[in-house]
């Protein structure tokens, strides 16, 4: 189980993320929905000790997330995102693989097939040699989203994964989603997702800063919660 307890993250006397608390148990989709600007990305970042918290614990199996980050798997949006580096998709995938063989060691064929694996899975092998910055915004994603596999993490965090990708993209990326929760990994997925694609979804987590609602689909996206979260700017998106 993954425990977050009254998490709070306060920028400079300003709360971005008000004591926020939610458990979540192995084999589950969890979008994290919410305006712009609501704190979702902060949240997350907190929760991975990626910035500092002012308040509140976080837990994996009754233990300190932090002491346990080997088994965290995190895609950022594309925007945090150094495109023009020069390293190809099959060296991207294989940095995935850097806690297990070390900085200075050459991977193990272990890691080389398993490198292998996740690019295949996601339709990225013939491309393995080309550098990232010369590939489409769909295919960018799909080799973090290989480069998430090849850790072989428990816990998946990725953050507006579908923003300017294709539906080849999208498809591929709902597929290996349902394939780590079947495998009993919790996935916690940032987006914008209100319609129909939001039925791809085991549970939500509805952010304003604090959290406004988590259950269902068809107990968070109700208009009351909404309106809650968005004001008077609610918008179903229609996909």
Known sequence: MLEVRHLAVNYRGVLAVEDVSFSLEPGQIVGIIGPNGAGKSTMVKAILGLIPSSEGVVRYRQRSLKAQLAQVAYMPQ?????WDYPITVKNVVMMARTRHTGWFRSPSRQSREIVKAALERVGMWELRERQIGELSGGQQQRVFLAQALAQEAELFFFDEPFVGVDK????VLFEVFDELKHQGKILLVIGHELGEVSRNYDRFLLINKQLI???SRSEVITAKN???????NVIL???
């Open 78 to 82: 594309r925007t945090q995102i150094d």
């Open 168 to 171: 080849k993209t999208e498809a």
């Open 213 to 215: 609602a988590e259950g």
């Open 226 to 232: 909404l309106q809650r979260a968005y004001g008077d």
């Open 237 to 239: 998106l229609q996909r």
